[in-house]
């Protein structure tokens, strides 16, 4: 269940809590944050011991499992496809240099919603 309290959205569901906060000041947002509430003391231990082990913080350590959790190493990164295809196609640096020189560089209109 979504809810917004106090300008928060915040998710809760029976077995944990997650708080999202995004605070929006003056042509800038902050980072977003979560809060996981009831976890247990073991895995909070366990936590602990693990940041400890690789020299940082508890919360440093948790950044980067769910890091590693959604933005896996072997996932395909868009600038090395590209470089990829480039070598596939057997492009030199001086068609690379024809095709900047031919491309359309007018800025974009910026959308209408009237």
Do not use: W
Not at 27 to 46: D, F, K, Q, Y
Not at 93 to 114: N, Y
């Amino acid at each position: 269940m979504f809810v917004i309290v106090n300008e928060r959205l915040e998710f809760s569901c029976n077995f944990s809590y997650v708080d999202i906060n995004a605070i929006i000041f003056v042509g800038m947002i902050s980072m977003p944050a979560v809060t996981i509430r009831n976890l247990s003391e073991e895995t909070h231990r366990a936590l602990r011991v693990r940041a400890a082990h690789h020299g940082r913080s508890t919360e440093a350590e948790i950044r980067d499992i769910i890091e590693a959790a959604v933005r896996p190493p072997e996932r395909i990164k868009l600038g090395s496809l590209l470089t990829a295809i480039g070598r596939d196609a057997e492009l030199s640096d001086s068609d690379v240099d024809v095709l900047q020189r031919s491309r359309d560089t007018t800025p974009a209109e910026p959308m209408t919603f009237e």
